[in-house]
């Protein structure tokens, strides 16, 4: 089983609201990746879960709050967001963060911000 | 600086037609190398992965090399057929734990 599941797909939340993003994956991998695209641009990377220790934070705004609760499922939490925050969150993961292993990726959630 | 370019940006052909997609890094010592498609609006599928030692992959009409010295990467497809319109996103890791995407490029194939 090579898939990674998010929910909700699509998620539509006001400036004030508090929500979450879900991610899962039963492939046994130990990271895991939060990123952020918006339209016609690449994947930006926001943050690596390692063996579910953070290693990696790329200045990502403190309204933007992971979680890696075990080594199969890592939330993103999200509170008081604006509305440049519209984007598809993806998550992925690999077998391990260092060395040369294929990254998988979720379908993503499509987030609103009003 | 480690960056990956991918050009064209966009790139239209008629059904049937060989196409190549190319991939410039600017670091050789890469650990491996990860082509993926994206629909629009949807989740990457990884395509063909090249590790460092690797100077080629193939799966299906799709055909990926790696030619670290010229820090170049080509996704050949053949036979191209309507259904492979999506936008092609390569990504480059080198030590450490990121990947670095290039920007893409987003491919029609006229029926």
């Known amino acids: 089983d090579t898939e990674v599941t998010q929910t909700p797909k699509h998620l539509v939340m006001g400036m004030t609201n508090k929500k979450s993003l879900k991610c899962e994956q039963h492939?046994?991998?130990?990271?895991m990746y939060w990123y952020k695209q918006k339209a016609k641009k690449p994947p930006e990377l926001m943050f690596v879960?390692?063996?579910?220790?953070?290693?990696i934070n790329e200045s990502v705004p403190s309204r933007f709050s992971p979680e890696c609760p075990n080594s199969s499922l890592l939330n993103l939490h999200l509170h008081a967001l604006q509305p440049e925050d519209s984007a598809l969150y993806l998550c992925?993961?690999?077998?391990?963060?260092?060395?040369?292993?294929?990254?998988?990726f979720g379908p993503g959630t499509r987030l609103t911000v009003t | 600086k480690q960056e990956v370019t991918q050009i064209p940006a966009a790139l239209s052909v008629p059904e049937g037609e060989n196409l190549v997609l190319n991939c410039s890094f600017t670091?050789?010592?890469?650990?491996?190398l990860q082509w993926f498609r994206q629909d629009p609006g949807k989740g990457l599928t990884s395509l063909l992965l090249i590790q460092s030692s690797q100077r080629e992959q193939t799966s299906g009409r799709l055909n990926a090399s790696l030619d670290k010295s010229s820090g170049r990467s080509t996704l050949y497809i053949a036979a191209s057929q309507p259904g492979d319109s999506a936008t092609y996103l390569c990504?480059?890791?080198?030590?450490?734990?990121?990947?670095?995407f290039g920007t893409g490029t987003s491919l029609t194939v006229i029926p």
């Open positions: 492939m046994g991998h130990r990271a």
């Open positions: 990504a480059v890791r080198w030590s450490g734990n990121q990947f670095y």
């Open positions: 670091d050789s010592a890469i650990y491996n």
């Open positions: 879960y390692s063996y579910e220790k953070l290693s």
């Open positions: 992925a993961s690999s077998l391990s963060d260092s060395g040369p292993y294929e990254q998988y």
